[in-house]
């Protein structure tokens, strides 16, 4: 089967925020199909939309290559969220682990199951700033824009995002 590039979204507000996007991360390198080819830098966030009084989030973005239907990737992306014990209570709630699946190849769907690309990631800094770190040039597959235009329409807020770390991901062994 021919490789197809994604983009993955990962975050924590909940527990050992780091911890939690390290092992998301590693249980993706580590997953058959799914090859990471560049992670973005960790970015401390304001939380957006849900219940007030959430702690911040942690957040970045992966790029990967994968043998994996569009279906069968979302699912070792939930499986990977409940191995951290992710619970989906509340929506846009505080969570362990959000792996969200951004975009896979050129694949439009808006399948209540498998909704690609993710429809509110044009709107939100959160994830288009981690984003372009690792794919500025990825043409939206709805909206046809790259990234860094649809992030250069974005408003800034004061202390809606801030870099953690930029190598937050070595011990993993994972790349760039």
């Not at 191995?83 to 896979?104: A, C, F, I, N, Q």
């Not at 597959?141 to 800034?156: K, N």
Request: net charge negative; charged share 25%; proline share 6%.
């Amino acid at each position: 089967m021919i490789a197809v590039r994604a983009l993955v979204a990962i975050g924590s507000n909940l527990g050992d925020r780091l911890g939690n996007v390290q092992a998301g991360l590693a249980g993706l390198a580590e997953a058959d199909g799914v090859e990471v080819i560049a992670v973005s830098r960790l970015y401390e966030t304001a939380p957006v939309g849900g219940p007030d009084n959430q702690g911040a989030f942690l957040n970045a973005a992966l790029l990967v290559d994968t043998t994996l239907a569009a279906p069968d990737l979302l699912a070792l992306l939930h499986r990977i969220e409940a191995s951290r014990e992710r619970k989906r209570v509340v929506r846009w709630g505080p969570r362990t682990l959000d792996l969200d699946l951004l975009v896979y190849g050129t694949l439009v769907s808006d399948d209540p199951a498998l909704e690609v690309p993710h429809p509110r990631q044009h709107e939100r800094r959160f994830v288009l700033v981690p984003v372009c770190d690792i794919a500025p040039d990825m043409r939206h597959p709805r909206l046809g824009r790259t990234m860094s235009r649809l992030l250069a329409d974005l408003s800034v807020e004061d202390g809606d995002l801030t870099e953690f770390s930029t190598d937050w991901h070595l011990s993993i062994g994972a790349t760039r």
